[in-house]
T-cell receptor
Framework: KQEVTQIPAALSVPEGENLVLNCSFT??????LQWFRQDPGKGLTSLLL?????REQTSGRLNASLDKSSGRSTLYIAASQPGDSATYLC???????????FGDGTTLTVKP | DAGVTQSPTHLIKTRGQQVTLRCSPK?????VSWYQQALGQGPQFIFQ???????QRGNFPDRFSGHQFPNYSSELNVNALLLGDSALYLC??????????FGSGTRLTVV
């Protein structure tokens, strides 16, 4: 059974700081890994999707890496801004199970 | 091009009642999956529909049932609502079985 863990559960940083969010998964037989952003009371916004054959993806100030062999992914946010404050979720997709398994998220607060 | 559309956006029901949530997939997508997200937790997989049949199911009781229509839209039905069913219900659609595009969700409150 796939399990996804995100550490830390919460993070508070001053504006402008670079930060790393961590995601680990127990079964390396994944199809892809996706990072989402969720604002309070809202749905999921997809940030980055990394296919199992890829090592990283970048979008603007965001960079996500994937190490399947160790069951780890990181989301790097450069020059954080107050608008980055949200909960960040990672999810791994298993083709055999036909579903995504999510972590419980890291809640990020960026202070002005 | 419309993405995944869910309705209603918010819903309040009384314990013991039944509820139906609806999902219209993104154009070109034929597979719909449903997830439940309780407060402070990540989404949990409920089930998946493809070709009008339930293909995969998570660890949810039979009170949770669904349907997929010929136009690929889907419904999630929950019977005998419990307070613990209060959550954000997310629908994801995809072309065949792969990670999907998520809708904005339906917020269900059971009182």
């Amino acid at each position: 059974k796939q399990e996804v863990t995100q550490i830390p559960a919460a993070l508070s940083v001053p504006e402008g700081e670079n930060l790393v969010l961590n995601c680990s998964f127990t079964d390396s037989a994944i199809y892809n890994l996706q990072w989402f952003r969720q604002d309070p009371g809202k749905g999921l916004t997809s940030l980055l999707l990394i296919q199992s054959s890829q090592r990283e993806q970048t979008s603007g100030r965001l960079n996500a890496s994937l190490d399947k062999s160790s069951g780890r992914s990181t989301l790097y946010i450069a020059a954080s801004q107050p608008g980055d404050s949200a909960t960040y979720l990672c999810a791994v997709f298993d083709t055999n199970a036909g579903k995504s398994t999510f972590g419980d998220g890291t809640t990020l607060t960026v202070k002005p | 091009d419309a993405g995944v559309t869910q309705s209603p956006t918010h819903l309040i029901k009384t314990r013991g009642q039944q509820v139906t949530l609806r999902c219209s997939p993104k154009s070109g997508h034929d597979t719909v999956s449903w997830y439940q997200q309780a407060l402070g937790q990540g989404p949990q997989f409920i089930f998946q529909y493809y070709e009008e049949e339930e293909r995969q199911r998570g660890n949810f009781p039979d009170r949770f049932s669904g349907h997929q229509f010929p136009n690929y839209s889907s419904e999630l039905n929950v019977n005998a609502l419990l307070l613990g069913d209060s959550a954000l219900y997310l629908c994801a659609s995809s072309p065949r079985i792969q990670s999907g595009t998520f809708g904005s969700g339906t917020r269900l409150t059971v009182v």
